[in-house]
């Protein structure tokens, strides 16, 4: 009885120290976003998605904007961002 409740003890302990280092290894690897909602940028169109909306670069970070042209050098404001990329618009 005495090494079932020891045994159970220690798998829980186990448990939370793992999934307290998962954690800490997801942070790790999140880049922190160098763009701001509202701020605007100047950028240039150098991809397109097959939907259509254009893929232009901010140090490296993706932003998607709606129905530019390939080449086009726009304004734009950011509207939306999440870790991996952010949205944007066509200030004219």
Do not use: W
């Not at 942070?27 to 950028?43: A, D, F, H, L, S």
């Not at 140090?59 to 080449?71: A, E, Q, V």
């Amino acid at each position: 009885m005495l090494m079932a409740r020891a045994r159970r003890k220690m798998v829980d302990n186990f448990m939370k120290r793992s999934q307290r280092n998962a954690k800490n290894r997801r942070r790790r690897y999140v880049k922190k976003c160098p763009v701001e909602i509202g701020t605007e940028y100047e950028v240039d169109i150098t991809e397109t998605t097959p939907n259509g909306a254009g893929i232009a670069r901010i140090k490296g970070f993706l932003i998607l904007i709606d129905d530019p042209k390939l080449g086009d050098h726009i304004k734009v404001m950011i509207t939306k961002t999440d870790p991996l990329s952010a949205e944007a618009e066509i200030v004219t």
